[in-house]
């Protein structure tokens, strides 16, 4: 009965283990990419809310920095030397930026939940540790139906980025 009890115990250590090299800690930040505006808008909100889930449910240890509104490049710049330093601290692995792209000029409501208002999404990921960035990509929603230009739509989508970002992060 010992010798079941220790054999047991250490393969239950082993799994524990094994499981948490593969789980990463990552942060979170969404940017807003909006001209002309100052405040941050629900959709923005929801893109952070559906990555962050996606990872959690993965088995990630997740966090999210502030979302940031992008305005000039160098403010941009100051962000993420910001976010870096704020993760650095936190223990955190990886940083990821998720920038939303909003094209609200011909929107009948910008603010409400359309996939239409978005016109692109692009994400880099760094290393927290050294501030090097490990990959990027991009995505543009597909053209919006009645049935997807919503909340549904765009939680969607923003499962479709956490998928994608995942898979470059699991690849590499």
Known sequence: MKRWVKTFLLTTFAFF??????????SIQIIQNNPGQDKIWATSYLFEQNI???FFDAGDIVSSSPIWISDTDEKNRGALK???????????DVLVRVELFYNTSDSSNPE??????IKKVQWKAYAVST?????????????ATEKTNNEMGLSQ???YIAYQ????????
């Open 52 to 54: 962050t889930d996606y």
């Open 82 to 92: 910001a976010s870096l330093r704020e993760n650095l601290e936190g223990g955190m």
């Open 17 to 26: 283990c094994a499981s948490g090299a593969f789980a990463k800690s990552l």
């Open 131 to 143: 501030g090097i960035q490990l990959f990027e990509g991009s995505a543009k929603p597909e053209k």
């Open 157 to 159: 989508f923003a499962g």
């Open 165 to 172: 970002i995942n898979t470059q992060m699991r690849t590499r």
């Open 112 to 117: 409400a939940f359309l996939l239409d208002n």
